[in-house]
Structures are given as structure tokens and as C-alpha cells.
């Protein structure tokens, strides 16, 4: 990997649209990295809900003790994911493709109407 080679490549449509997807051999290793972490955390939550159902806890109170934990520390670990993903990402603005493939497409237009209408 060179060292101006980006990890990933970032597509944005938008303010909060994006694309991120693995743009290296190194990419892919760190997106399986924090995907594991993400699925361990999923066992260890599995993990709790047996351990809390074992010694006696009813469905309520494990579901109370457990669930909003779990969505917090996902929700968390994913957006670290997605900021360390997009700070190593090599960003392009997709509106800006397609404002400069339009302006492109309307000066074709217009250079073939001149040319029927000098005729």
C-alpha cells in the first residue's frame, strides 16, 4: 500500500448520504476487525441473556437490565466504525459528478442545436 493510497473510498450524495466501501487489502482487514467486534459484542449480549435467565430474572427485567445497554455500546462502536472509516476514506462527491456530467450533457445539447439551426 502506497502512502497516499486511501483505505476506503467515501461516496457522498449528501450531508448524511454516503457510501464507504473497502478500497485495499488493508480496508478489507479493518472492516472484518470492527465487524467482529461488533459480533462479539452480539455473543456477550447473548451471553448476559442466558446467564440473566439462569439465576431468575424475569423477561421484563432482562430485557430493562440488557437491550438498552446493548443499542448503546452498538450505536457507539459504529459510529467510531464510520468516523474512523471516513477519515481514511478518499471522498468523492457524487452531486458534483453529476452537476458536471449535466453541464456537460446541456453544452452537447446546445452545440448540436446551433449546428441543425445554421443549416
Not at 39 to 49: K, R, V
Not at 77 to 95: C, F, G
Amino acid at each position: 500500500m502506497n502512502k497516499d493510497e486511501k483505505m476506503f473510498l467515501c461516496v457522498r450524495q449528501g450531508k448524511f448520504a454516503f457510501h464507504i466501501s473497502p478500497q485495499t487489502r488493508a480496508g478489507w482487514i479493518a472492516t472484518a476487525l470492527w465487524l467482529g467486534l461488533i459480533i462479539a459484542i452480539a455473543g456477550l449480549y447473548t451471553l448476559a441473556l442466558i446467564f440473566m435467565d439462569a439465576i431468575g430474572y424475569n423477561d421484563e427485567q432482562i430485557i430493562i437490565y440488557t437491550l438498552a445497554p446493548f443499542f448503546i455500546i452498538v450505536s457507539i462502536i459504529v459510529i467510531i466504525m464510520l468516523r474512523w472509516m471516513y477519515n481514511r476514506s478518499e471522498i468523492i462527491n457524487a452531486n458534483d459528478i453529476t452537476q458536471w456530467k449535466n453541464e456537460k450533457d446541456s453544452k452537447k445539447t446546445k452545440a448540436g442545436r446551433n449546428k441543425r439551426t445554421r443549416k
